[in-house]
Each structure stands twice: as C-alpha cells, then as structure tokens.
C-alpha cells in the first residue's frame, strides 16, 4: 500500500509561490473572523504565519463573535472593494443567524480565493475560470501529484458540502473521471463506495470508512480532520483497516491539509496579478 503523503507537494507549491509573490504586485491576503473558538483562532493564525514565509501579506480581521452579519456582510463588501486587497477569505464558524454562502456573496469573484461565493462554484460547475476551494483543489493537486490516473475511472465522493464534496465532483468530472457524490441519505454506502477506484471520505465522521468501503487496490483520499481527545488529528477512514486493503492512502495529517493551506496562498499570489 502507497502513502500518498502532502508534505513534499506543499513545499514545492510553496516555493513556486514565493516566486510569483516576488515577481508581481505584492499579494495581501484579508481574513475575516467572527468567532472566539480557539481551534479556528489558530487555524488562521497558521495562515498568517504561512502567509508570511511565502511573502504574503496578512490581515486578521477580527469582528468578535458578536458581529451581526450586516457588519460582516459591510465588511467583506469594503476588503472587496479594495484595490490593496487580493484575497479575501471568510473564517467559519460564524455568529447565530450568520449564514456563511450568503455572506461570502458580499466576496468579490476575482478576490474569492478559497471559492466561497456561491458565483465561483456556479463558475467551477460551468467550467469557466473561478479559484476553487482550496481543500477540494488539494484533493485534485494530491491525485497528480502522485500520478493518479483519472480518465474513465469510477470515482465515488462521500460529502456534498460547498467545500469540498460538490466542487470536487465538478472537478473530477473535468478530468473525465465517471463521478457518483454520496451523503447522508445514501443507502447501503458500502455497496457504493466499494466500486470506486478512486474514494474521497469527506464527511466529518471520524473513522466512517473501513476496509468494507473499500475495493482491493482503491486510491482512498481523507478529506477528514476530526479531534482526538489526546488534542490529535484523526481522518474519516479507519487508516489501520482500510490499509491492509487499498493500493493507496493519504494520512491525516499530512495529506491533504498542508497542500490546501499552500494552494490557497497560491491563489493569492495569483489573484494580485489578475489583468
């Protein structure tokens, strides 16, 4: 079985951004937070912080968690509206009655580097240019990286969210793979997933897939990065199990999420030299 680790990848992409960030109009980056939960406090800190190695400025905006959405809404509306500004990217969770797809319409298309306003996916799904979300794009980046034929094979997505599972179906579909998108409602997922040759878990539902999803020799992707109680990382499939049957598998962590944290600083970099 091959570990289709991210690490290398990221650092490549994240070299390849520090050129373009060298050789164009400063990139900066805007992050807009409204929330006092620590585990995304530091999640957008680690984008500040990444963001700097590359050359990237980085603003935090933080409105606190008792922004009305009216303020949030404003406030994405002017970073948009900025010309200093390239990227501007929303942080979830959001406050009560805060609906993140209606406010990540107030983002301007070309600055949407993480693909939240529902203007990009409806681009991505028509196949016209739009920044994809970043995590859904990794998953894309992961499967090249490695050498992952795509063309005419059975992939199967558990997950339909915005984020990840129906951009990712869209971008799988124009690599001409044949694409079935599982949720919640789906009967008997097992029987479905274990037809795919190449399987992205991305649910939130740690250790949903297990050696029963799986066909023998099956590319499996783990979108998932659940907590542990000993403050860890675990994905949605069962790694130890899911190992002893599929041809490959990527680890959490160390698969997908440090290559979507250097795609999305990627799109910045892009998005500042936009003509």
Same mark, same amino acid.
């Given at each position: 079985? #091959? ?12 070299? %390849? ?5 060298? @050789? /164009? ?7 807009? =937070?409204?929330?006092? *939960? ?6 957008? !800190?680690?984008?500040? #912080? ?15 968690? %008792?922004?009305?959405? &009216? !303020? ?12 200093? =500004? ?10 009560? /009655?805060?609906s993140? %797809? &209606?406010?990540?319409?107030a983002?301007?298309?070309? #600055? ?7 203007? @990009? ?18 998953v894309?980046?992961?499967l090249?990286?490695?050498?992952? &034929?795509?063309?005419?094979? !059975? ?11 129906k ?17 919640? !409602? ?30 023998? /020799?099956?590319?499996?992707? *783990? ?6 109680? *000993?403050?860890?990382?675990? /994905? ?15 680890p =959490? ?23």
């Amino acid at each position: 079985m #091959k570990t289709l680790t991210g690490r290398d990848l990221a650092a490549a992409i994240r070299t %390849q951004t520090q050129a373009e960030a060298a @050789s /164009g109009t400063q990139p900066r980056l805007a992050v807009v =937070v409204a929330t006092a *939960d620590e585990a995304s406090l530091w999640y957008v !800190r680690s984008i500040a #912080k990444a963001a700097a190695a590359v050359g990237i400025d980085c603003d935090l905006v933080d409105l606190g968690p %008792q922004a009305t959405p &009216e !303020r949030i809404g404003e406030t994405l509306a002017r970073l948009s509206a900025d010309a200093g =500004v390239h990227g501007v990217m929303l942080q979830t969770p959001l406050p009560a /009655g805060a609906s993140a %797809q &209606e406010l990540a319409a107030a983002i301007d298309p070309r #600055k949407d580097v993480d693909g939240a306003n529902p203007l @990009s996916l409806g681009r991505l799904a028509a196949g016209l240019p739009a920044f994809p979300p970043a995590t859904a794009a990794a998953v894309m980046a992961l499967l090249d990286h490695h050498g992952v &034929e795509l063309t005419g094979r !059975r992939a199967v997505v558990v997950g339909r969210s915005t984020v990840v599972g129906k951009p990712l179906a869209h971008l799988l579909l124009d690599r001409h793979a044949t694409v079935t998108v599982c949720h919640s !409602r789906t009967r008997d997922l097992a029987s479905v997933t274990a037809q795919a040759e190449v399987l992205v878990a991305a649910v939130g539902r740690a250790g949903l897939i297990g050696a029963g999803h799986v066909a023998p /020799g099956a590319v499996v992707i *783990d979108v998932g990065t659940n907590p542990t109680d *000993d403050g860890g990382l675990t /994905g949605d499939v069962d790694f130890a199990a899911v190992a002893e049957v599929a041809g490959a598998l990527t680890p =959490v962590p160390g698969g997908v999420g440090p290559v979507t944290t250097a795609l999305l600083l990627r799109h910045v970099a892009r998005a500042a030299n936009l003509p």
